[in-house]
């Protein structure tokens, strides 16, 4: 009985410590590739799909910043450079990141049929527990100043955030999709969960889009287009919106 008690209170102290840290205020967006990884290749233009995916991006940024002046948004690139997938993360969690977005187009192996249309993945919930200990890892301090040297703390905290997480992703990826189908020409492909690395390095909700195939000429010529980029950022303005509130509501 007096264990439960003491039990419910670390909950609860717990709980307090998580929904004090959980305020909106950082957005990691992470254009993937850059510099001299140039990621996949649309097959007419040949254009890159780090310079399809980066324009996109900063658009998305600049939606956040002019609306929502007090949230920070952290990018992983700017330009035209090559970043380390395991620095892309460390950004994200060193920055205090509450959300990551990576930014990517696809491309279809050979033997595959013609695909089109946009990829959403969030990490699967067996990689969560992962991605909670990468960063408990990586951040002594902030392992120590919130829950001490605790291995229950620590595990209470991981199970905790690990749900959230898988809530708070699967809800902004379902807004992604709803609002690219909505806004854009793009099909949707679905929504699936993967163990990315990119997305498991991030402690925090972490969605990956891929906004289309630049091996279907139908996407590629889209793509390309900088209205289309500029719609396709509305698009995700739009369902980041929607995620602000819900969170909002939660928190
Ligand atoms: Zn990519």
Redesign the pocket.
């Known amino acids: 009985m007096r264990f439960m008690n003491i039990f419910v209170m670390l909950i609860f102290v717990i709980s307090v410590s998580i929904l004090a840290q959980n305020k909106l205020d950082v957005i990691v967006l992470d254009a ?2 850059g510099g001299k990884d140039p ?2 290749r649309g097959v007419r233009s040949g254009v890159f ?1 780090k310079d399809i ?1 980066l324009p996109i991006t900063l658009k998305l940024g600049q939606l956040i910043e002019m609306n929502y002046p007090h949230i920070k948004v952290i990018y992983t690139r700017k330009t035209d450079e090559f970043i380390e997938l395991k620095e892309r993360t460390r950004i994200a969690n060193s920055t205090g990141g509450k959300l990551f977005i990576s930014i ?3 491309h279809k192996k050979k033997e595959e049929s013609d695909k089109s249309g946009t990829e959403i993945y969030i990490l699967n919930r067996d990689r969560m527990t992962e991605a909670v200990h990468i960063t408990m890892n990586e951040d002594i301090s902030l392992k120590y100043s919130l829950y001490g040297n605790d291995t229950t703390d620590m595990f209470i905290f991981s199970s905790l955030a690990r749900n959230g997480y898988f809530i708070l992703s699967s809800h902004l990826s379902s807004n992604f999709e709803s609002n690219i189908t909505a806004n854009t020409p793009l099909i949707s492909r679905g929504i699936y969960q993967s163990g990315f690395w990119v997305l498991a390095g991030a402690s925090m909700p972490s969605v990956l889009i ?1 906004v289309g195939y630049l091996s279907s000429e139908t996407d590629e010529s889209y793509l390309i287009d900088q209205k289309a980029q500029t719609d396709i950022a509305e698009a995700l303005f739009s369902a980041f919106r929607s995620y602000k509130r819900y969170f909002e509501i939660l928190y």
């Open positions: 993937g590739h990621g996949t799909e995916i990517h187009a696809n891929e």
